[in-house]
T-cell receptor, first 116, second 116 residues
Framework: AQSVAQPEDQVNVAEGNPLTVKCTYSVSGNPYLFWYVQYPNRGLQFLLK??????LVKGSYGFEAEFNKSQTSFHLKKPSALVSDSALYFC??????????????FGAGTRLAVHP | DSGVTQTPKHLITATGQRVTLRCSPR?????VYWYQQSLDQGLQFLIQYYNGEERAKGNILERFSAQQFPDLHSELNLSSLELGDSALYFC???????????????FGPGTRLLVL
């Protein structure tokens, strides 16, 4: 079965410190990988995606993610956390398809809490 | 603001009733997706439409149905509602359906459904 794992329900980090939110996946082939963020009472906002090429992907708001094919991981990172980064983060994968469909398979989400 | 609009924002109804959720995609987007976010199931893909045609189905119940109209807006119909249908329903859109899964999906703010 295809699945995405976010092993930490919550990540706590002090403002100014680097942060990492972990994601591993179990999807056949070479899926496309995404990160979204959800603020309270808001929809999901796209942060970044990995399609091909450089394993380090840069996205919005200073976030980046590192793709590791051998470990089937796609961890989200930021060098210096802000209190305003506190939100719910979702990793998602989209299986490569020839049928023209683009369903996203989401992880359970990781709540990031950045403390002043 | 993603450019995807959803109405209503909140919906409270009773078991056994039927409701319709509406979504307008971003200007120029031809694909519309529906997702359900609940505490126990997380974010689940329901269904995808492309230019009026159903493209992919996920974990959508038989009591649920959707359609995409010629003006590209979409409606998700939920009938014979049960308590367990209470959830946040998201619509997302993307430009097309091609390229096998790498398109970014942009999410609306969601409709929060409460079934009493």
């Amino acid at each position: 079965a295809q699945s995405v794992a976010q092993p930490e329900d919550q990540v706590n980090v002090a403002e100014g410190n680097p942060l990492t939110v972990k994601c591993t996946y179990s999807v056949s082939g070479n899926p496309y990988l995404f990160w979204y963020v959800q603020y309270p009472n808001r929809g999901l906002q796209f942060l970044l995606k990995y399609i091909t090429g450089d394993n380090l992907v840069k996205g919005s708001y200073g976030f980046e993610a590192e793709f590791n094919k051998s470990q089937t991981s796609f961890h989200l990172k930021k060098p210096s956390a802000l209190v305003s980064d506190s939100a719910l983060y979702f990793c998602a994968v989209s299986p490569r398809s020839s049928g023209g469909y683009n369903k996203l398979i989401f992880g359970a989400g990781t709540r990031l809490a950045v403390h002043p | 603001d993603s450019g995807v609009t959803q109405t209503p924002k909140h919906l409270i109804t009773a078991t056994g009733q039927r409701v319709t959720l509406r979504c307008s995609p971003r200007s120029g987007d031809l694909s519309v997706y529906w997702y359900q976010q609940s505490l126990d199931q997380g974010l689940q893909f329901l269904i995808q439409y492309y230019n009026g045609e159903e493209r992919a189905k996920g974990n959508i119940l038989e009591r649920f149905s959707a359609q995409q109209f010629p003006d590209l807006h979409s409606e998700l119909n939920l009938s014979s509602l049960e308590l367990g249908d209470s959830a946040l329903y998201f619509c997302a859109s993307s430009v097309a359906h091609s390229t096998g899964g790498q398109e970014t999906q942009y999410f609306g703010p969601g409709t929060r459904l409460l079934v009493l």
